[in-house]
């Protein structure tokens, strides 16, 4: 069963206004994190924003934001102001604890594009 | 930017030529990644290196072999490659050196495109 969940394969926002993509997640673990990642076409893979499980207020990183609801188990990321530059793929990732890297799974990715 | 190098940014290579991507973090992280990634899809996994060992290998065929000299560096050394294989290759690092744990991000480079003729 797949692990982290976008159902957005793709979505369109008007410049300057805000824009959430989704993420569902699935894990029997208590402590876990949750992270965005947005990729450009040129291909690095930046990090945008992270959630810990035990985190009790949702994470804030600029215009980015994380909408955590850990009972339905999801972790929307909402973009505020949109810009053409945030025009990209968007990955939500969920790392689980004890080995590393292994339990790093990224979703299927939102493609966003941003409309002048 | 990025604190992940990563040359070359672009690499055509032949079938039976021997090349290398190299990759570099001075971040002071212990764990580092090597991620494979085609159009459309997210990255998988091929190996993890933990206080310059080799800790996790995907099963990855034996014509990629991954190479850590220090702490600093990590290279992936291409042999005999398929065409198959041409894809985003992303190197990554993350601060955790031992058995790790949820909240450690793991930071990318901007990726090699590698194409096999």
């Known amino acids: 069963a797949q692990k982290i969940t976008q159902t957005q394969p793709g979505m369109f926002v008007q410049e300057k206004e805000a824009v959430t993509l989704d993420c569902t997640y699935d894990t029997s673990d208590q402590s876990y994190g949750l992270f965005w990642y947005k990729q450009p076409s040129s291909g690095e893979m930046i990090f945008l924003i992270y959630?810990?499980?035990?985190?009790?207020q949702n994470a804030t990183e600029g215009r980015y934001s994380l909408n955590f609801q850990k009972a339905r188990k999801s972790a929307n990321l909402v973009i505020s102001a949109s810009q053409l530059g945030d025009s990209a793929m968007y990955f939500c990732a969920m790392r689980e604890g004890g080995n590393y890297g292994q339990n790093f799974v990224f979703g299927p990715g939102t493609r966003l594009s941003v409309l002048p | 930017d990025t604190e992940v190098t990563q040359t070359p940014k672009h690499l055509v290579m032949g079938m039976t030529n021997k090349k290398s991507l190299k990759c570099e973090q001075h971040?002071?992280?212990?764990?580092m990644y090597w991620y494979k990634q085609k159009a459309k899809k997210p990255p998988e996994l091929m190996f993890v290196?933990?206080?310059?060992?080799?800790?996790i290998n995907e099963s990855v065929p034996s014509r990629f072999s991954p190479e850590c000299p220090n702490s600093s560096l990590l290279n992936l050394h291409l042999h005999a490659l398929q065409p198959e294989d041409s894809a985003l290759y992303l190197c990554?690092?993350?601060?955790?050196?031992?058995?790790?744990?949820?909240?450690?991000?793991?930071?990318f480079g901007e990726g090699s495109w590698l194409t096999v003729v």
């Open positions: 971040m002071g992280h212990r764990a």
């Open positions: 290196y933990s206080y310059e060992k080799l800790s």
């Open positions: 990554a690092s993350s601060p955790e050196g031992g058995t790790g744990g949820a909240g450690n991000t793991i930071y």
């Open positions: 959630q810990g499980s035990y985190d009790e």
